[in-house]
């Protein structure tokens, strides 16, 4: 079993920024990709950004391209988004996930565990 927790998020002004943490415990050795989604109310979950177990391949929505960045210290089990020039549109409820079945990263089906979620509203 993998265990992941998220934090970071919060209320911010658009222009602003913010970075996500994901704390993952258990079978970390098994884990592959790790991934962010998020969610908006009345929306279906968007993929955001995923990196590669040793971080040399990362991938991103076009979307978030040039505003976020993702990364992971495998020492610290611990992956996280920073979110630069943040626009109202990028409100919604963020979710960490991990991959131990080496799946595409891209899709929802790509990953078989997921955090709680973390809450990330920006204002214009």
């Known amino acids: 079993q993998v265990q992941l927790v998220e934090s970071g998020g919060g209320l911010v002004q658009a222009g602003g920024s913010l970075r996500l943490s994901c704390v993952v415990s258990?079978?970390?050795?098994?884990?592959?990709?790790m991934g962010w989604f998020r969610q908006a109310p009345g929306k279906e979950r968007e993929f955001v950004m995923a990196?590669?177990?040793?971080?040399?391949?990362?991938y991103t929505a076009d979307s978030v391209k040039d505003r976020f960045t993702i990364s992971r210290d495998n020492a610290k089990n611990t992956v996280y988004l920073q979110m630069n020039s943040l626009k109202p549109e990028d409100t919604a409820v963020y979710y960490c996930?991990?991959?131990?079945?080496?799946?595409?990263?891209?899709?929802?089906?790509?990953?078989?565990?997921w955090g709680q979620g973390t809450q990330v509203t920006v204002s214009s």
């Open positions: 990196i590669s177990q040793t971080g040399g391949r990362k």
């Open positions: 258990g079978r970390t050795f098994g884990v592959y990709v």
């Open positions: 996930a991990a991959d131990t079945r080496s799946s595409s990263p891209w899709g929802p089906s790509g990953y078989n565990y």
